[in-house]
């Protein structure tokens, strides 16, 4: 739990330092509050890193809760993971707040060497950060997969293969196939891993041409690198935080979330796809080998579709006529399923070759992923959180807050992201300090649906508070 929590609070503590700095970038582009370029783009590569890098770290506390659960796993990793974490947010924020680095989180080679506003100290600080974040990140998927891989004995069990294809022998043997959230574990831990070598591979190649720039890189081999960390990475915090809907939502129905051979399927698709469906991200490289552009379509729609389909069909199969109560974690889990499907609906169009033509670098791409990970992950993280502070109290939120909190988060949220989805459509394009129009009218209409987000989110936390200075009368989850 300790580890939990230390996790979670600090995601959600950066989450909202993001969340701030979000607002002000938004405000910017609607013409509100005047920032300056240079200030606009060091901002919004923070913001970029900064809210996956949180999501990340809640994620990774939840998932290593319900690892440990099962599997003792030292608590001493864990904290190493985390001072890592901490040295690359630090050493980030540095490089942006006194370098004013500004050439954002999935840079293309050679972007920041070239033609730069701030000192080339700033871009080494920013590559030695993220690659302090990786080291962090990797060093958990290790000890998670070797955790999993040491106790069922060995990868073929821990994904169920032996159970999909002698289900008889195995049940009559009295054997048990992996926990959905084993099987998140087991997923995100091993693309973690791949992910992770990607960005450490060309972050080293990269801080090598920052100490000595006749080292050269080949950019598309480097923009290949770049988006399949990127990608995955980002990918990744939704099927971390997608494992505390097997065990809250079965707490808040009474039900039990079992492990089917369409699950374990499902999970097999997305372990393999989840790490090539970045190609997505290179339509418009035509230099590319064009067979990977068909690859990158059709595992986009692989590494969604079967774990979305079943998980959520599966969720709402539990909620139906369980007569549920509306907690506020409840509501969390309930809404961010809404959200990962919208939000991934969105981003397998835009990865649809024929509607990337037109959308691609359009505001449609924020759009997207602003669903997916704030009306999606956001929500899986607030409702472990309050899912595990009503059971420990066995209390709830009243009517009133439960408005307040939906009212903000998903109505602010849905002004914020609509916002998003016409401009994008209207052609405007993404990254932009100034935008054309209708861009800036979008702007401010979703600035201030970002201020009813920050409204929901103030309520949540002092209510979070509230639930959790209450005295400890229930079971832990
Ligand atoms: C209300 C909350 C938020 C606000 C107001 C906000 C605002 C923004 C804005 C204005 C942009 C620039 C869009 C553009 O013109 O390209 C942006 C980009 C981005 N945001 Fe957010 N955001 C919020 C939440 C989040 C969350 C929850 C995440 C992830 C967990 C996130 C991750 C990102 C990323 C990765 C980028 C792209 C950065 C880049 O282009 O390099 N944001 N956000």
């Known amino acids: 739990m300790?580890?939990?929590?230390?996790?979670?609070?600090?995601?959600?503590?950066?989450?909202g330092l993001m969340l701030l700095v979000?607002?002000?970038?938004?405000?910017?582009?609607?013409?509100?509050?005047?920032?300056?370029?240079?200030?606009?783009?060091?901002?919004?590569?923070?913001?970029?890193?900064?809210?996956?890098?949180?999501?990340?770290?809640?994620?990774?506390?939840?998932l290593w809760y319900l690892v440990d659960r099962e599997i003792h796993l030292d608590e001493r990793v864990a904290m190493l993971a985390f001072a890592f974490f901490a040295i690359g947010v630090v050493?980030?924020?540095?490089?942006?707040?006194?370098?004013?680095?500004?050439?954002?989180?999935?840079?293309?080679?050679?972007?920041?060497?070239v033609g730069t506003t701030w000192p080339s100290w700033a871009t080494g600080a920013w590559l030695l950060g993220v690659a302090a974040v990786m080291l962090g990140f990797m060093l958990i998927c290790a000890q998670i997969l070797g955790a999993i891989l040491r106790s069922s004995g060995g990868l073929g069990s821990a994904l169920g293969l032996d159970y999909v294809f002698g289900r008889k022998a195995f049940e009559a043997a009295g054997k048990h196939p992996p926990s959905p959230q084993m099987l998140a574990a087991t997923v995100v831990s091993i693309d973690g891993l791949i992910g992770g070598a990607s960005g450490l591979l060309v972050g080293i190649a990269m801080i090598a041409h920052w100490l000595d720039p006749h080292v050269v890189i080949d950019p598309l081999w480097a923009?290949?690198?770049?988006?399949?960390?990127?990608?995955?990475?980002?990918?990744l915090t939704m099927y971390m935080a997608v494992a505390g809907i097997y065990v809250a939502l079965p707490i808040c129905t009474k039900r039990a979330y079992h492990s089917s051979i369409p699950l374990v399927v499902a999970w097999w698709g997305t372990l393999v796809f989840v790490i090539i469906a970045y190609f997505h991200h290179l339509?418009?490289?035509?230099v590319?080998?064009?067979?990977?552009?068909?690859?990158?379509?059709?595992?986009?729609?692989?590494?969604?579709?079967?774990?979305?389909?079943?998980?959520?069909?599966?969720?709402?199969?539990?909620?139906?006529r369980s007569g549920m109560k509306w907690t506020l974690g409840s509501m969390f889990f309930f809404a961010g399923m809404v959200g990962w499907i919208v939000g991934g609906s969105a981003a397998i169009l835009d990865a649809t070759i024929p509607f990337n033509v037109d959308l691609h670098n359009t505001l449609w791409v924020p759009a997207h992923f602003h669903t997916y990970l704030l009306e999606g992950v956001f929500l899986f993280i607030l409702g472990w959180v309050f899912v595990s502070l009503e059971q420990r109290a066995e209390a709830a939120s009243n009517a009133l807050v439960r408005w307040i909190v939906g009212l903000g988060i998903f109505g602010g949220g849905a002004l914020f992201l609509i916002s998003f989805y016409v401009a994008g459509a209207a052609g405007v394009?993404?990254?932009?300090?100034v935008e054309p129009a209708p861009g800036p009218f979008w702007a401010g209409i979703a600035t201030v649906g970002t201020l009813l987000i920050l409204v929901g989110v103030l309520a949540a936390l002092v209510e979070g508070i509230r639930l959790a200075r209450m005295r400890a009368v229930g079971a832990a989850v």
């Open 2 to 15: 300790k580890i939990m929590w230390t996790y979670i609070v600090a995601g959600l503590t950066i989450f």
């Open 22 to 62: 979000g607002i002000g970038l938004r405000a910017s582009q609607a013409g509100w509050i005047p920032i300056d370029t240079g200030t606009f783009y060091s901002l919004l590569s923070l913001h970029g890193v900064g809210m996956i890098t949180a999501m990340a770290i809640a994620g990774l506390g939840l």
């Open 91 to 113: 050493v980030v924020i540095v490089s942006v707040v006194f370098g004013h680095y500004g050439a954002l989180w999935t840079m293309l080679y050679p972007l920041p060497f």
């Open 223 to 235: 923009k290949n690198l770049t988006y399949q960390f990127g990608h995955t990475f980002a990918n």
């Open 283 to 286: 339509y418009m490289d035509f």
């Open 288 to 320: 590319q080998w064009p067979a990977v552009q068909y690859i990158g379509e059709i595992s986009s729609y692989l590494a969604a579709v079967p774990v979305v389909v079943v998980t959520v069909f599966g969720g709402l199969m539990l909620i139906h």
């Open 429 to 433: 394009p993404r990254r932009y300090a």
